[in-house]
């Protein structure tokens, strides 16, 4: 079994931003040799998540503006405002989660022809954010 590592590292410059990092994820399965297995996609981060969605423009900004209905940044009703002002970040970390497994098969990300993989900042502009990939498998 074979288990490989990579961590791409980039800043964001919006509060709310998709960066699809379907590439590096695939040039993470193909440099690890894995034939056959999984690929763990994770943000390590409490106020960004991972997607899988459509490269589009006008969806990524329905998704966004959906995003900052459901979290409802700068709302005074979240406590956490008090020590931070991104509460709504952490709450949508929370809901969508950091992380997304998929299936490795035959050397290639087993996603649909319309799914592309996405960093999903809550809580930008940041200088310092990663996602971190782990390959495993065969």
Known sequence: MKIYHHTVRFSTNAQFQLIDVTRTVEEAVTKSGVLNGIV???????????????????????????????????????????????????IGSAIIGAERIIPVINGRIARGTWQNIFFVEMDGPRSNREVVITVIGE
Not at 42 to 67: F, R, V, W, Y
Request: aromatic residues 2%; proline residues 4%; glycine residues 4%.
């Open 40 to 90: 763990l996609i994770h943000a390590p981060h409490a106020t960004a998540a991972i997607i899988l969605n459509e490269h589009e423009e006008g969806l990524i900004n329905d998704i966004l503006d959906k995003l900052r209905d459901l979290t409802e940044p700068g709302s005074r009703r979240w406590r956490h405002n008090m020590i931070d002002d991104n509460a709504h970040a952490h």
